[in-house]
Nanobody, 119 residues
């Protein structure tokens, strides 16, 4: 059974940093694109960042320069480093996996981890 489990969210002050982690199991996720999707309060889900199995990355324009995605295939884990946090980064962050490109329509999702940024 495919499972994605996120961790690392919490309450963070604006300007601070947070590192999210996602451990994947149940599928050969080391060969999948992995990524992060977020949904802020009252907002639609939006793609944030993705990474191919070989380590190539792609980002939403709105987060370039502040968000860094990485992965450790040996640990079946993907990370999202968020720096210079802004209140508008407040959202539930979901880990996602896809055999192709990670989008909001990707097949595999975690339960999400809440990031709240205080001003």
């Amino acid at each position: 059974q495919a499972q994605l489990v996120e961790s690392g969210g919490g309450l963070v002050q604006a300007g601070g940093s947070v590192r999210l982690s996602c451990v994947a199991s149940g599928r050969p996720f080391s060969r999948y694109d992995m990524g992060w999707i977020r949904q802020g309060p009252g907002k639609e889900r939006e793609f944030v960042a993705g990474i191919t199995w070989s380590g190539s990355t792609y980002y939403a324009d709105s987060v370039k320069g502040r968000f860094t995605i990485s992965r450790d295939n040996a640990k079946n884990t993907v990370y999202l480093q968020i720096d210079s946090l802004k209140p508008e980064d407040t959202a539930i962050y979901y880990c996602a996996a896809d055999a192709l490109v990670v989008t909001i329509r990707s097949a595999y999702w975690g339960q999400g981890t809440q990031v709240t940024v205080s001003s």
